[in-house]
């Protein structure tokens, strides 16, 4: 079965670079989520979209930016990179309850960011 | 601001015996689910628990749910090192607001 695709997986960037993840979400899935893991941290929520439209906001800078594109897929820009900022990115997908199926958020590979 | 709180949080046990998991929230919310992280990779979906009562049991892992005492079960049977990881539980703040707030995970080690 087709999984949620992320890219790049790595990615090296100094302080104070942008930087750009994306995300294919499972086909038909029309809800992505992105989230932001710390070493040895849990998964912090950072963003998401339903149809394009961002549905829900937590923990995520001003200097980070999203979207969701008419093909589903999205982007998390990140500018003016910090140390503090490496991390695993994940972008989960889901698609709306239909009876008898639930919201199972399904996630990504993640793209692990090592900013220097 | 809902917590999760997942004890422990670190787990070290031998092959063949029995251990729990326990995830304590603070939301009214009933929808709860279970994740597996291996080291440095993606979380997968293990189990979704939708209402008070709810028992799910895949393999040696049984997963339940108590809304009203906010309390979820992780329960390990007849361990094998196959299940060393991390395992998360996450909680949907309530329902039609599907953002996951995650515990803080239980590292599980089986010793052979």
């Known amino acids: 079965a087709a999984g949620v695709i992320q890219s790049p997986r790595h990615l090296i960037k100094e302080k104070r670079e942008t930087a750009t993840l994306k995300c294919y979400p499972i086909?038909?899935?029309?809800?992505v989520y992105w989230y932001q893991q710390g070493p040895g941290q849990d998964p912090q929520f950072l963003i998401s979209f339903y149809e394009k439209m961002q549905s829900d906001k937590g923990s995520i800078p001003d200097r980070f930016s999203a979207q969701q594109f008419s093909d589903y897929h999205s982007e998390l820009n990140m500018s003016s990179l910090e140390l503090g900022d490496s991390a695993l990115y994940f972008c989960?997908?889901?698609?709306?309850?239909?009876?008898?199926?639930?919201?199972?958020?399904?996630f990504g590979p993640g793209t692990r960011l090592t900013v220097l | 601001e809902l917590k999760v709180e997942q004890n422990p949080l670190f787990l070290s046990m031998q092959e063949g015996k029995n251990y729990t998991i326990y995830c304590n929230y603070s939301?009214?919310?009933?929808?709860l689910y279970w994740y597996r992280q291996d080291p440095g990779k993606s979380l997968e979906s293990l189990f979704v628990?939708?209402?008070?009562?709810a028992v799910k049991q895949e393999g040696r892992l049984m997963a339940s749910l108590d809304t009203k005492a906010r309390l979820s079960t992780l329960h390990i049977t007849a361990a094998v090192h196959d299940l060393s990881a991390t395992y998360f539980c996450a909680v949907e703040e309530d329902f039609g607001n599907e953002k996951l707030t995650f515990g803080t995970g239980t590292r599980l080690t089986i010793i052979p």
């Open positions: 989960a997908s889901s698609s709306p309850m239909i009876s008898g199926e639930t919201d199972t958020q399904y």
């Open positions: 628990l939708l209402s008070n009562g």
């Open positions: 086909p038909r899935h029309d809800t």
């Open positions: 939301t009214t919310s009933d929808r």
